[in-house]
């Protein structure tokens, strides 16, 4: 089977849910593996005929960056009701 690297942010985002699902339940198997001439943690995601390995550091940055968007929503001024 063939392996790939691949960042978090490079699936789309159903894939990306489905990925992010099973590593917050711990169904995704980890290893290290050579990623940008340096030695990192990652999970394998298999899909069809490749395995995917993916770093752990990819799945963290992308995280905070959807909880300071959804922060950002959240700070986005009320809409007023009409008088009536």
């Known amino acids: 089977m063939k392996r790939v690297v691949k960042d978090y942010s490079k699936f789309s985002v159903t894939i990306q849910e ?3 699902a099973m ?3 711990n169904e995704l198997e980890r290893t290290s593996f050579l990623y940008k ?3 990192v943690d990652g999970v394998i995601y298999a899909m069809s005929a490749q395995l995917n390995l993916i770093p752990l550091s990819s ?3 992308a995280s905070i960056d959807r909880l300071e968007n959804n922060d950002q929503i959240d700070e ?3 809409i007023a009701e009409d008088e009536e």
């Open 18 to 20: 489905d990925i992010y």
């Open 23 to 25: 590593y917050s339940n």
């Open 37 to 39: 001439n340096a030695m």
């Open 59 to 61: 799945i963290y940055t």
């Open 76 to 78: 986005l001024p009320s």
